[in-house]
């Protein structure tokens, strides 16, 4: 079993969809309880990989290399690292919690928890191929499965909003596939293997030149970053609160995902000379989200901006490879280390975010019925501290190592000073939220289908410690990286 638990892990949400295919739609129980149990199965694997992940080695674990397609010299290669595998993590959690969050959805559950489970199939796919054909394929599945997610549980009225989705996701998804071909075309001898092209990249400068920008805007588009932005903003507003989770907690972070793993591998070269790039979309990016976060009252809306000025932040992160044309690298590793893990805390935090309107219900009806409860406030509190970098959790740790990392040069310095500027604007709108908890007014659009979310009182305790646990012990998921990070610390320094 431990030989095939990768195998295992990708098979299992596709036999999964094959048998909701064949249950009765009225048969909602029976549905629910199989996408449950695949996505419960799913978490425990992951579980297995990380207590069995050998921390000292670099090089792919668990991995499965099978001759696929000859003709094109494709082979079917994943595995597992220390980034992939806390990746990997995150979505083992998003997909297991919104199952139960979306227990009760009104309409179209099976249609729902099909697209869930073929999803959760196109993502894992993503993050453990190590075949560019491989990826691509998976990349395509994803982003069909979302498009098709959003577009059905997005009202009629938001045709524009989806077709603006669609329209985005297509053109991320051809970028990378025809920075893929100019890839292989180069190099056909190496087929489409990613490990082979990252240590003989070997790429004529106008190829590189021309890959590298495609690669870099699909990926941003997905991520997404200022100015790419817009089609997510439309998407998570118009449909229900587990569609957002998955866009903002996990399909988003795809974007930052594929720089690391497939841009920063294949263009070392173009990836520390672009370093500066990466600061000025991260200062420009922050900046406007946090204006947006400051502006506005739509609860949701302000999630969404937050999520966008992390991932601001994490390109501040990717910024200090810069300190590899200084030589000084160790501030290209602490930064490379922030911007995976803020990445990733992202995606929890969004995803307890994205819970809070259901939370404040709760504290509504209960200050109605049975006085303050001030468990359920306090929980409230803790999310939005812990939003904001409050010390001790995750989100606080990624902030610090990005800054750390970006501080050693002067001119990211400077950017960076400017981007932390928008957090007072964030801070000044999350304490105001609080203060709307604590003494309920009708400032902040807090509305959320009551069937929209369920048993959100057992998944946010649960993530909350998951957050703090890992805030206070950072060194355990810092062990998981330090030798992956030193292999492509390695390619940047060398082959730039």
């Known amino acids: 079993m431990?030989?095939?638990?990768?195998?295992?892990?990708?098979?299992?949400?596709?036999?999964?969809?094959?048998?909701?295919?064949?249950?009765?739609?009225?048969?909602?129980?029976?549905?629910?309880?199989?996408?449950?149990?695949?996505?419960?199965?799913?978490?425990?694997?992951?579980?297995?990989?990380?207590?069995?992940?050998?921390?000292?080695?670099?090089?792919?674990?668990?991995?499965?290399?099978?001759?696929?397609?000859?003709?094109?010299?494709?082979?079917?290669?994943?595995?597992?690292n220390g980034i992939n595998l806390l990746y990997l993590a995150l979505a083992g959690i998003v997909f297991f919690t919104t199952v139960f969050i979306s227990w009760r959805i009104e309409n179209q559950q099976k249609s729902f928890f099909i697209l869930l489970l073929l999803l959760n199939g196109g993502i894992t796919g993503v993050l453990i191929a190590f075949d560019l054909f491989l990826f691509l394929m998976f990349y395509g599945l994803t982003l069909f499965a979302m498009f098709i997610l959003v577009t059905l549980f997005s009202p009629q009225s938001a045709n524009f909003q989806t077709g603006h989705f669609g329209v985005k996701a297509l053109v991320s998804f051809c970028l990378i596939m025809i920075g893929t071909l100019i890839v292989n075309n180069q190099n056909p001898g190496f087929g489409f293997n990613l490990v082979t092209f990252a240590q003989n990249p070997g790429l004529p400068a106008n190829v590189s030149n021309a890959g590298f920008i495609l690669f870099l805007i699909g990926f941003l588009i997905i991520a997404p970053v200022f100015p790419f932005h817009s089609w997510l903003a439309a998407a998570v507003h118009e449909t229900i609160t587990p569609v957002s989770i998955l866009l903002l907690a996990l399909f988003s972070q795809i974007g930052i995902f594929g720089i690391l793993h497939i841009l920063f591998p294949l263009f070392p070269g173009h990836a520390v000379q672009s370093a500066i790039l990466f600061a000025i979309l991260g200062l420009i990016g922050a900046l406007y989200y946090a204006f947006s976060v400051f502006s506005i009252s739509n609860f949701k809306k302000i999630v969404l901006y937050f999520a966008g000025y992390l991932n601001a932040f994490v390109l501040l992160g990717l910024s200090a490879l810069l300190a590899i044309k200084f030589q000084t690298p160790d501030a290209a590793f602490t930064g490379l280390n922030g911007a995976i893990i803020l990445s990733t805390a992202s995606g929890l935090i969004t995803l307890l975010l994205l819970l809070l309107p259901k939370a404040y219900q709760s504290v509504i009806k209960d200050d109605a019925i049975n006085g303050n409860r001030w468990q359920l406030k306090f929980m409230i509190l803790l999310v939005l501290l812990a939003g904001l970098g409050l010390p001790g959790f995750l989100i606080f740790i990624g902030q610090y190592l990005c800054l750390s990392g970006a501080f050693c040069q002067i001119s990211t310095r400077i950017i960076s000073i400017f981007a932390l500027s928008g957090l007072i604007l964030i801070g000044v709108q999350f304490f105001r939220i609080i203060r709307a908890i604590i003494r309920p007014d009708n400032r902040f659009d807090f509305f959320v289908k009551t069937t929209e979310i369920q048993n959100e009182k057992i998944i946010m305790p649960m993530i909350i410690i998951i957050l703090l646990l890992l805030g206070i012990f950072p060194e355990s998921?810092?062990?998981?990286?330090?030798?992956?990070?030193?292999?492509?610390?390695?390619?940047?320094?060398?082959l730039r």
């Open 477 to 494: 998921i810092l062990k998981y990286l330090n030798q992956s990070i030193d292999n492509l610390m390695e390619l940047l320094t060398i």
């Open 2 to 80: 431990d030989n095939h638990l990768l195998l295992t892990i990708l098979v299992l949400p596709i036999i999964g969809t094959l048998i909701l295919i064949f249950i009765r739609e009225n048969r909602v129980s029976i549905i629910k309880s199989v996408a449950a149990i695949i996505c419960g199965l799913q978490l425990w694997i992951i579980i297995q990989l990380l207590t069995s992940f050998d921390k000292t080695v670099s090089y792919l674990q668990f991995a499965e290399h099978i001759n696929w397609i000859n003709l094109l010299n494709i082979d079917f290669i994943i595995g597992i």
